[in-house]
């Protein structure tokens, strides 16, 4: 499989990382970007160190990053970290909510998704 093709709807971009956020892979506009690979390192290590009295460290499955134009989906699984860039539509409007959930098989070396839409 080319990972480099949009293998999630609306996905434009895709980095998996190692725990200690060393890249393994890039692809679309996340290409070999050290760069958000490390700010979003970052973001996880700030997530763990707030008070487990206010949010259980074990308890953060998916961190979602929202901006105008685009967001960020951030998951954890098999001691790798798989951020996806998706891009919200034409002027960041959008006429549909959708949930989206990204799976990486080490197994079969794939990403694949699953994703429900609700009409706005």
Do not use: W
């Amino acid at each position: 499989m080319d990972k480099d093709k949009l293998v999630v709807p609306n996905q434009i971009g895709y980095l998996i990382l190692k725990d200690d956020g060393a890249v393994l892979e890039s692809g679309g506009d996340l290409k070999n970007d050290e760069r958000s690979a490390n700010v979003i390192m970052g973001l996880l290590n700030l997530t763990e160190s707030i008070d487990d009295n206010f949010i259980a460290n074990n308890s953060c499955e998916r961190i979602s990053i929202d901006y105008e134009h685009h967001s960020y989906s951030i998951c954890m699984s098999n001691r790798h970290i798989y951020i996806v860039k998706f891009s919200k539509g034409q002027n960041g409007a959008t006429t549909s909510s959708s949930s989206s959930t990204s799976v990486y098989n080490d197994a079969n070396n794939e990403l694949t998704a699953s994703s429900s839409t609700v009409m706005a």
